[in-house]
């Protein structure tokens, strides 16, 4: 335990020194801005229109429609991020316009503009497939007309590089049922050490001055190590 309660004299240190080194506003930082996603695929397009330069979309004029998802699907309509995933046949640079997310209202008006690029991707070595996302608001804001929303249109940019279409995702921020035991569990369970100023001087630390100095800085350390308590 006095081990244990060093090293935590050793995060509080730390965590002093980290304050020292910032001014200026209020901060504060956490581990994952977008918190806990559930994910689920809402793709209906299947065979070879999933293939930008199939005969599907290659006509006289190049037609890149792969699908449309309504307002009235909430899921779709309140999820934090659209997603997709696709392979692409050969190289492209990363300005390569891929995908066109498209905004109508209840006029048929709209049809903004919201692309993504192969560098606006990531890209998986292992399965050679690349997946983007853009923020579902982000769209639905583009809408310029003023009007309702009614649904947004998913298409390929263009016919080359060959882009093959794998999912077209929804990603939303779990809800947490507060009555679900379950639910309110820590996933990992983390130790809680109690130690006193008189602990953190015999480790070393100037508690008073850490104290004065904490008091005196506009910053807030979130620090996702186990709770250190004073007593």
């Not at 779709?76 to 066109?100: P, R």
Request: hydrophobic residues 35%; glycine residues 8%.
């Amino acid at each position: 335990m006095k081990l244990g309660k060093r090293i935590l004299a050793g995060v509080l240190s730390t965590a002093v020194f980290v304050s020292a080194c910032i001014s200026g506003n209020l901060t504060a930082f956490a581990d994952d801005a977008d918190g806990d996603l559930t994910e689920k695929s809402v793709l209906t397009v299947k065979g070879d229109a999933l293939i930008s330069n199939s005969s599907e979309h290659v006509g006289e004029t190049y037609n890149g429609y792969l699908q449309t998802v309504n307002a009235t699907n909430t899921d779709y309509i309140e999820s934090k991020y659209l997603s997709v995933k696709y392979s692409v046949d050969g190289e492209a640079a990363d300005n390569t316009d891929v995908f066109n997310f498209q905004p109508f209202d209840t006029s048929w008006g709209g049809w903004d503009d919201n692309i993504i690029t192969i560098g606006d991707s990531t890209y998986d070595e292992s399965s050679k497939t690349y997946t983007a996302k853009i923020p579902t608001q982000k769209v639905i804001q583009s809408l310029s007309t003023g009007g309702t929303i009614n649904g947004i249109n998913l298409s390929f940019c263009q016919a080359e590089p060959a882009v093959t279409l794998i999912d077209y995702t929804i990603l939303t921020e779990k809800n947490i049922d507060t009555t679900n035991e379950a639910d309110r569990q820590l996933e990992t369970p983390i130790d809680l050490f109690y130690i006193t100023g008189s602990e953190l001087r015999e480790a070393g630390v100037d508690v008073d001055a850490t104290l004065r100095l904490t008091l005196r800085l506009p910053f807030i350390f979130i620090s996702p190590k186990p709770i250190l308590i004073l007593g």
